[in-house]
């Protein structure tokens, strides 16, 4: 393969970069997209849902973390304390209002190179602001980092692609890993509803009463399948929680019935137990409203202070399991594009 | 006379900058000449220049407890830590309640769980419940603050849907966050849901637990993190200035 990240990302203005863990190697795939676009002389704004570019990690602090170098004329949505921490000669562009547990969001563009720790803001909302903000500034590009595990950023009101990081931290078992990342992956690409949902009669549809998908019993769940004989959808404004789902699964079956659940867009349902895939083969279909355009996967063979698989296996699984997404490791020496700082040499950078 | 220089701080004794440090152990191992010997080896590999064991003995039966000196070479700068955020200057009840009349002028909704499959409800129960903790009344005490508090163990959903139909101002989590991966996902999920279900503007999160950082909280969305030490009017300093700053100026 000899695209990049930095390429194959081009058409999204603004990329979220979300793991499906801590440690699945997202900060260093954000540094190679910073380089790639650096080398291509584009301006660009960077933002992050967590805290980027720390030396530590937070919970387990024997793994180093890559650090975050931005070029001169970048953007960035950080905290002010990050910012003066950072010595990099900047230039005050914008106070949005928003704060942190590590303090106030600033917006500025860097006067200088540097290595800068990130800090935006975290709720989807104010970081679709921060974002149209850095690109009403100059920005060609804005890169939203995630943090831990969450999604919310790769919503399509907040970003229009997304990149996905897995690796070897998600489970010992290399078989697992591919399971996993399979899974969650089939969520980000849940297809759109069909069209026959917009021609729905009001009998094939069940509205819910408020709070009900997050609090009803399965007792309450099983009545209301019985109350809507003919329905077969069941649109959702708000979250989808597993639980839910699963009590939909028996009372279907003793009916005979098979449903389709709609949601806004797949960073509103929440599945750990069984992949969407699953509850179809129950009868129990998932839809969304808007799709999110998944634009690459990374992988990281290495779990930090456990173990390793090899990296062209692991990625050949995973191609073999989610045909049609290009796959890269960008530490591999295959990898097309720009090279990664080294952790160990990143700490002297300055 | 030495002049403190916040950039390079380091621990003082007897006098600025000595880097002395005490510090108290146990090793496995039964108290002998070789115990004590192990410990200072110990205390060198940690970084410590003139290790001392100023005490030992043995607790039981291969067992030996260590009291030590030693000087701290290493040094932080405070000055780029002042004024980060993390620095509230905390409200008594009495300034809280005299804070919310003013400021808020109406009753602040706190809800509050133990999420996910944590059983553990006595962080939630002493910041929440009217006994508190150390001497303080929890939230329930106090006249501005209207409280849910729905126990352990809760989904978070559950909690979520609770939140909504009370028009909270604030949830509270607590959650003994561990390396495993479980627990942290737990805690995101919640953020998520709350995302997900649009009234992430609406409501203040915060979260709670022997290891939650301000730095944990901002990974995993929270607007605050407290941890071991925090009294219930630390808490409630928190959301009534948030919410004051926030009605204030909308985000």
Known sequence: ?350 | MRELDLTAVKPYADHLDDGLVQLSFTLPVPYSLAARRAALELAAKMGYEEPEVVHYEGITDGYTYFVMYGRCSQTVDFSILQGEGFDIEYMSEDEVEHFAATHLGRRIVVVGASTGSDTHSVGIDAMLNLKGYHGHHGLEGYRCFETYNLGSQVPNSVLLAKAIEVAADAILVSQTVTQQNLHVRNLTELVEMVEAEGVRGQMILACGGPRVTGELAKELGYDAGFSKGTEPQHLATFIVRELAARTAAPA
């Open chain 1, 1 to 350: 393969m000899t695209t990049t990240l930095g390429e194959l990302t081009a058409s999204s203005r603004r990329l979220a970069l979300v793991g499906l863990a801590k440690n699945t190697g997202k900060t260093v795939a954000l540094t190679v997209l910073l380089r790639e676009l650096e080398s291509q002389g584009r301006t660009v704004g960077v933002t992050s849902v967590g805290r980027d570019g720390e030396q530590r990690d937070v919970i387990d602090s024997r793994i180093e973390k890559p650090r975050v170098r931005l070029a001169a004329g970048s953007l960035v949505a950080t905290t002010d304390g990050l910012l003066r921490a950072s010595a990099v000669e900047h230039e005050l562009l914008e106070e949005p209002g928003i704060r942190t547990p590590l303090g106030r969001v600033l917006i500025a563009r860097l006067r200088a190179p540097g290595t800068i720790e990130i800090a935006g803001p975290s709720a989807a909302g104010d970081v679709r602001g921060v974002s149209y903000a850095m690109l009403s500034h100059g920005a060609d590009r804005v890169l939203i980092d995630g943090a831990v595990d969450r999604r919310a950023a790769s919503s399509p009101d907040v970003s229009d692609g997304l990149v996905v990081a897995t690796g070897a931290v998600l489970d010992r078992d290399l078989e697992q890993v591919v399971a996993q990342t399979r899974d969650a992956i089939e969520l980000v690409r849940l297809p759109t509803v069909e069209n026959d949902f917009a021609t729905a009669l009001a009998d094939e549809l069940i509205e819910l009463p408020p709070r009900f998908a997050l609090a009803a019993e399965p007792e309450q769940i099983a009545l209301l399948l019985r109350e809507h004989p003919e329905a077969r959808w069941l649109p959702l404004a708000g979250a989808l929680p597993e639980r839910f789902l699963e009590a939909l699964v028996q009372p279907l079956r003793g009916l005979r019935r098979e449903l389709t659940v709609i949601v806004a867009d797949p960073t509103h349902a929440f599945l750990a137990r069984h992949p969407p895939a699953w509850y179809s083969r129950q009868g129990v279909h998932l839809r969304t409203r808007e799709r999110i355009r998944l634009q690459a996967l990374t992988v990281n063979p290495v779990a930090p202070q456990s173990h390793r698989f090899d990296s062209v296996r692991l990625r050949s699984l995973l191609e073999e399991a989610l045909p049609g997404v290009p796959i890269f490791d960008v530490l591999d020496s295959g990898y097309a594009g720009a090279r990664p700082p080294a952790i160990h040499t990143a700490t002297e950078a300055e």
